[in-house]
């Protein structure tokens, strides 16, 4: 069942007295539990595809839907709500706080998103020990491996529940099997917790955990 709905989405950005068109009519479904690849060169829009999905950016036309909200781009003020409420995001950077340790670094995330207390704590440790890091929780991010630091961003991304979780290319700083044992995770958390995942990347080991691959370029969707 399609929880991000995503019909003729384009964008376009001024540039002196012009504007450049970076999306040209992009119509994409993702499903609950389906894993989707987005694939594409330097400059095809999948950054900015990415960023509208997450709400972050609103389209210059089309309609979006996220989890049978409408996004108006007429109302921008309304996008950091449904944010927290429904999405989930994993970076290549790993965006952690380095004075903090890994549970509080997944606490404040759902501090953000409306958590308080004992009750975002214990969800900071369920998040936790659903990606390995229960012997971790007190361990700062200089005392993490790489891995460890993708798992605690990907803690951090799902906790609160959302129901749709982009990741921009989360295994770009690791190794190759480090890389596939944070792919294997992912996936995991899509299919058993019935989550939308989509990862933009230039992994070709991406495909091998994704139940489809869809190519950007040029600002459109090639397949």
Do not use: W
Request: with cysteine.
């Amino acid at each position: 069942m399609p929880v991000v709905q995503a019909r003729q989405i384009r964008k376009s950005f001024k540039e002196g007295r012009g504007e450049v068109s970076v999306l040209n009519g992009v119509s994409l479904s993702l499903d609950s539990g389906e894993v989707t690849a987005l694939e594409g060169p330097s400059g095809s829009g999948k950054t900015t595809l990415l960023s509208i999905l997450g709400c972050i950016l609103t389209p210059s036309s089309g309609e979006l839907v996220i989890d049978g909200v409408s996004v108006d781009a007429k109302k921008p003020n309304g996008l950091p709500g449904l944010r927290r409420r429904s999405i989930g995001f994993v970076f290549q950077q790993f965006n952690l706080f380095p004075a903090l340790s890994a549970l509080e670094n997944v606490e404040y995330a759902l501090n953000i998103k409306g958590l308080r207390g004992a009750q975002a704590r214990r969800e900071a440790q369920l998040a936790l020990e659903k990606v390995g890091l229960s012997d971790r929780l007190g361990f700062l991010p200089r005392d993490l491996s790489g891995g460890q630091k993708q798992r605690v961003a990907i803690a951090r991304a799902v906790g609160g529940g959302p129901k749709v979780l982009l990741a921009d290319e989360p295994t770009a700083n690791l190794d190759s099997q480090t890389g596939l044992q944070v792919l294997e995770l992912f996936r995991k958390l899509a299919k058993e917790e019935n989550r939308a995942l989509l990862i933009v990347t230039h992994d070709p080991k991406v495909r091998t955990i994704s139940d489809r691959v869809v190519r950007i370029q040029d600002g459109r969707l090639l397949n």
